[in-house]
């Protein structure tokens, strides 16, 4: 059961998966159901039918339903699991609990689901699988790990830790990128209020004096008429633009690359960003292969989980190679996007037999090193906002009362 929902899962961003929840029959006739990403109802139907599972019904869902659930829900789901087994509470009654302790309906039907897969014999990796909008597939081969080998708490544990951590890294970086984003919006709406309304009324009153303008005041009401013409335009074109990249970005995996090359070349942001995705790789790889997840199957999940299309292609080329008997030492020398640093790390942690314990420093090193960076980046860049809209509006301001402070004069 779990491989039918996997088949339908993918690591890379494709360019036209859509969700579907479909619902059939196994080949001992048992009514079975789950989640699956695809590019189509028929890959659906298909992909069910070389595992044996016979499609009765297909549904295409709503991508706005899957963001009801968002990652940090799972994240505290997985802790409480991971505390409640810890304690002694079974499996079932755990779920009983986060059931009805949950405050977002949609994640309350969640895990009804699980728990009803659990209690009619599948195992808990399984029923994870079958919901791989939320479960990816390093969730459910970690659970699985634990299962195997009779520590599942322990894994769920570690999980829940993980996760914290990821979303920490996710938070630090969209709280890089925030202030100077919303600084410039609202820059922009100032200054498109100025253009629109502030300027024709001081054009008219320039108007009525009849007398020679400045240069700086001239070329600022020529902005101001040509903005007041073409405004329609000029926010179509904006607007259009912003919308055409996300769509096509979301679609296009030479521009999904081409974007994330063209980010981690940016200054200070890109250095932020693939401290980030070095933390997240190295995290990753360490807590799968301390649950005893293989080298190269962890690797399938690690590249994904970096999410960086320039960070997944290096971790492809190095599975490649250590599955041909290749060390993940040299191998991560071949990919060349990894620093020096970290190549040394796994070097000895590969020679003393403790790799997973030197990834997890890597990570815990690199976390820190966003930590400072994003701390730094804030007191860099509110000098530079600052005498950025002091220059485009104080300049604005000053073209405009230029001819009053001539006037002045004369008088």
Known sequence: MATATQAGRSDRRGPKEMLFTWEGKDKTGKLVRGEMRATAESVVQATLRRQGILATKVKKQRMSRAGKISEKDIALFTRQLATMMKSGVPLLQAFDIGIKGSGNPALARLLNDIRNDVETG???????????????????????????AGILDGLLDRIATYKEKILA?????????????????V???????????????????????GADLPAPTLMVIA??????????????????????IAFFYKRSTAMQIA???????LPVIGEIVRKATVARWTRTLSTMFAAGVPLVEALDSVGGASGN????????????????????????????????????????????????????????????????AVAGLSQLLEPIIMVFLGTVIGGLVVAMYLPIFKLGSVV
């Open 122 to 148: 599948s195992s808990l990796s399984q029923a994870f699988g079958k919901h791989p909008v939320y479960f990816d597939r390093l969730f459910c081969n970690l659970v699985a790990a634990g299962e195997q």
């Open 169 to 185: 890294i996710k938070s630090k970086i969209k709280s890089a990128l925030f202030y100077p984003i919303a600084v410039v919006v």
């Open 187 to 209: 820059a922009a709406l100032v200054i498109a209020v100025m253009m629109l309304f502030v300027i024709p009324e001081f054009k008219s009153v320039f108007t009525s004096f």
């Open 223 to 244: 902005m101001s008429d040509f903005f007041v013409e073409y405004w329609y335009a000029i926010f179509g074109i904006l607007i259009g633009t912003v919308v055409g």
């Open 259 to 265: 974007v994330d090359r063209a980010v981690l070349k």
């Open 309 to 372: 299309y320039i960070y997944l292609t290096a971790t492809r080329q190095i599975q490649s190679e250590v599955s041909t008997g290749t060390s993940l030492t040299v191998a991560m020398q071949n990919a060349a996007v990894f620093p020096t640093m970290v190549v040394q790390m796994v070097s000895i942690g590969e020679e003393s037999g403790q790799l997973d314990a030197m990834l997890a420093k890597v990570a815990d090193f690199f976390e820190r090193e966003v930590d400072d």
